[in-house]
């Protein structure tokens, strides 16, 4: 695909500066820009590239005074990141365009599809399924009896959807997540055995959330689990029966949310954080990578760590004495020879 500078320029509400006919055919990270790429700046430590480089075009922000000459051509804009990622979006929509079912692939009698589908080999559709428009399913996914996707939905290969979840507009399910598999329940019985509890609930996926590759949402015993409108998951992440997290909340990978705790909205996890269970996280809380949250949040927007954690500047000034207690040692032994020597004297 060709694109010229005006025609970029056009869409991103933009000026050209130098050759309006200038003709790009790929994107590029600035260190790497040949002469048919489109890259852009937007880290002023990255500057010296545009005076080196080669590049087709380069996007760059309204108010960037320029301190030698250029051999691309320009495209000024508000906000060469903003501008870019959505030149990223539109490209991606374009590699990834795809219609229509392919063979091989099972959807039963009651299922109902929306205009405009791509379903891909090896997809298995249940009863009474309820597929809204513009839905790319991808090859060996599985969608259960009785589950509702909206509209502009994306599920990646080897998806699995349970019976009975619902999936709101605009979601994306990266390669081999799981929404809706039992959650972890089982009572304990007098033999020491366990006695598996029904999980009969199910998993409600909010419009404009996007979950990564192999992370797992579990089904609500009763009731529903709940991930909120523009909730973004990375991958290998273990949400809980029950669990509710909150709108534009982020969690990075390796992270394990405990069964029925609620996390509130705008809220960052980092990777690796471990979650106990029934306590709740307040709106806004960031919580540094391996913490451990063994009680509720209740305080909005506070940063914590360690485990178990701890407001975030008492967690640093805890390292820093850890790092010190070998010193301590020596000196409170020193201390204590000291003192034998003058009792002993």
Known sequence: MQFTAEQIATLLKGQVEGNPSTVVDQLSKIEEAVSSSLTFLANPKYEH?????EAGIIVINEDLVLQKPVKSTLIRVKNAYTAF??????YD???????GIDEQVYIHD???IGKEPYIGAFSYIGKNVVIGDKVKIYPQVYIGDDVTIGNQV???PGVKVYKDCVIGNKVIIHA???????GFGFAPKEDGSYDKIPQIGNVIIEDDVEIGSNTVVDRATMGSTRILKGVKLDNLIQIAHNVEIGNNTVIAAQTGISGSTKVGPNVVLG????VVGHISIAKGSQVQAQSGINRSITEENKKWGGSPAFPYNNELRSQVLYSKLPELEKRIAELERQLNDKNNS
């Open 271 to 274: 990777g690796q954080v471990g």
């Open 176 to 182: 081999g997540s799981v929404i809706g598999s039992d």
């Open 154 to 156: 994306v599920l990646l």
């Open 49 to 53: 590239y545009i005076y080196e480089i």
């Open 110 to 112: 009651t299922a109902t």
């Open 93 to 99: 929509e374009m590699r990834n365009e795809r219609s």
């Open 85 to 90: 990622t959505e030149l990223l979006k539109l």
